[in-house]
């Protein structure tokens, strides 16, 4: 069965602190991989997005890492900042097919 | 200004009644997709459409409506059926429907419409 489980479930850290979110998938065969940030009643907003020859991607202080070959994923934040406090959510998609599988996404609360 | 809308962002309605969501895009993308999202749980295809005039189920479409008249549009509507409405539900769209290996197609998310029905 497709899935993606993402830990923390929900994460609260200091102002400038680094975090690191994880992101294990049994999706196959494995397309690629999107990491979404999503503000409260919001809709989701994409950080980065892998393939599978791509062990790492970074959009300013987000870094994104993927192991193909253990199926996980994290994203790291450094240098957290109040605006980084939202839901991130990662998602996988497989080979010929139309869907993506969305995990239920770590709840990031940065405090100052 | 190129986007997704969704109107419109918050809607009541009262048990019994069907309801309508709108979502227009202006990126001139192939693929919409309607998902809800519930608290604690990830986003689940209702409904999708790979090309107009043509729309498949998702996982959840029970109780629910499309059409795709129009590449633009992409409407939703929520049937006296669908037992649980009241959600928070995300419109999507991307250049093609197809996940292929290589292929990096992006989605992108409309603001969301929360349906309360009471």
């Known amino acids: 069965k497709n899935q993606v489980e993402q830990s923390p479930q929900s994460l609260i850290i200091l102002e400038g602190k680094n975090c690191t979110l994880q992101?294990?998938?049994?999706?196959?065969?494995?397309?690629?991989l999107r990491w979404y940030k999503q503000d409260t009643g919001r809709g989701p907003v994409s950080l980065t997005i892998?393939?599978?020859?791509?062990n790492t991607k970074s959009n300013g202080r987000y870094t994104a890492t993927l192991d193909a070959d253990t199926k996980q994923s994290s994203l790291h934040i450094t240098a957290s900042q109040l605006s980084d406090s939202a839901s991130y959510i990662c998602?996988?998609?497989?080979?010929?097919?139309?869907?993506?599988?969305f995990g239920t996404g770590t709840r990031l609360k940065v405090l100052a | 200004d190129g986007g997704i809308t969704q109107s419109p962002k918050y809607l009541f309605r009262k048990e019994g009644q069907n309801v309508t969501l709108s979502c227009e895009q202006n990126?001139?993308?192939?693929?919409m997709y309607w998902y809800r999202q519930d608290p604690g749980q990830g986003l689940r295809l209702i409904y999708y459409?790979?090309?107009?005039?043509?729309?498949q189920k998702g996982d959840i479409a029970e109780g629910y409506s499309v059409s795709r008249e129009k590449k633009e549009s992409f409407p939703l509507t929520v049937t006296s059926a669908q037992k649980n409405p009241t959600a928070f539900y995300l419109c999507?769209?991307?250049?093609?429907?197809?996940?292929?290996?290589?292929?990096?197609?992006?989605?992108?998310f409309g603001p969301g419409t929360r349906l309360t029905v009471t």
């Open positions: 999507a769209s991307s250049p093609s429907g197809q996940s292929s290996l290589g292929a990096n197609y992006e989605q992108y």
């Open positions: 992101c294990n998938y049994t999706v196959s065969p494995f397309s690629n």
């Open positions: 892998m393939t599978f020859s791509e």
């Open positions: 998602v996988v998609s497989a080979s010929g097919t139309y869907k993506y599988i």
């Open positions: 990126l001139n993308h192939d693929a």
């Open positions: 459409s790979q090309i107009v005039n043509d729309f």
